[in-house]
């Protein structure tokens, strides 16, 4: 029997769902109930009657399907799946920094361990950031952002405020260069540049757009423009292509790729469900905070 069908039947006999990152490996897209962005996958998750969640994607995300879903089993096929932004802050660097800045206020990007989420007041993905920011804090707040430099300095830049920020990033948007998109842009004149806010400030000041994963998906669907040049994890390509065939989708860089990202696998994903292996948990205690932590941005409608 092929793999495919055995991961289906096994889908069946577990009552299993299956997502999958918009950065993960096209035949992980393929295979999957959901592609989509971690909070998009984890929400919808929660509303599925599957007792079994597996997570194609990295192990913060796993964790907020956790946290979104404490009743069901959520399993990640490689546990070595990391995201080395979110391991870039600790909940005890985090606490360090609160004490130096008593006064503010905690937001945290998704992308961060729960530890670190149970620390925070709210949390935002960058599809919501500037609306947190705006929404859920008062002028006279100080702000402590972490872990992602860049999308700090961008939103701080949208907003016109300013933040307290740790010198997080994320590898692999830091390798698309200005001399990517200018490169691009010369081989593909009518095409609309699309970055992520993960991309330093070179890459977002000369982009045509700056958005999420979920973002780009849907302005690219909804544009009437019929070529573009995509400046984030080059794994989302192989979605916007499915979704567009009738439009064409130039990787800003060929380097920007997550090396955790395709680490997922068909075999992983099939031992995963023979063997109910990686299972994810969270402490009752970090479970708690670190719901409140996303509940609170949630309930900031998009
Ligand atoms: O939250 C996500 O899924 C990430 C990491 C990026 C995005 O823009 O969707
Ligand atoms: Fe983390 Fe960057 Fe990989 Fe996303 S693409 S999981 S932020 S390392």
Avoid at 237 to 252: D, I, Q, S, T
Avoid at 271 to 287: C, N
């Amino acid at each position: 029997m092929e793999l495919v069908e055995k991961i289906n039947l096994l889908k069946k006999e577990r009552n299993a769902v299956i997502l999958a990152h918009n950065y993960q490996l096209p035949e992980i897209q393929d295979i999957a109930d959901y592609v989509g962005d971690s909070l998009g996958l984890s929400i919808q998750a929660s509303q599925t009657n599957a007792d079994v969640i597996v997570f194609c994607g990295v192990y913060f995300m796993a964790e907020t399907a956790k946290i979104l879903s404490p009743g069901k089993t959520v399993l990640i096929p490689d546990k070595n799946a990391g995201c080395p932004m979110a391991d870039m802050i600790t909940a005890e660097e985090l606490r360090e920094l609160k004490a130096q800045h008593p006064k503010a206020k905690a937001l945290c990007y998704v992308n961060t361990t729960a530890a670190v989420k149970a620390e925070c007041d709210i949390c935002c993905t960058s599809g919501n950031a500037e609306k947190i920011v705006r929404e859920a804090f008062r002028e006279e707040d100080e702000i402590i952002f972490v872990p992602d430099q860049y999308l700090a300095n961008y939103i701080a830049k949208r907003v016109g405020r300013e933040f307290i920020l740790w010198k997080g990033f994320c590898p692999s948007h830091v390798k698309i260069m200005p001399e990517d998109i200018a490169r691009e842009r010369t081989r593909h004149p009518n095409a609309e540049v699309l970055v992520h806010p993960e991309c330093p400030v070179g890459i977002t000041s000369v982009a045509d757009r700056v958005l999420s994963t979920e973002g780009m998906c849907r302005y690219v669907k909804e544009s009437e423009t019929r070529e573009f040049i995509i400046g984030t994890e080059i794994g989302i390509l192989h979605r916007m292509r499915k979704e567009n065939p009738g439009k064409v989708f130039y990787p800003a860089s060929e380097r920007a790729t997550c090396p955790n990202m395709k680490l997922t696998t068909l075999e992983k994903v099939l031992w995963s469900l023979e063997e109910m292996r990686f299972e994810v948990t969270v402490p009752a205690d970090i479970m708690q905070k670190a719901q409140t932590c996303l509940q609170r941005m949630i309930d900031y409608k998009p």
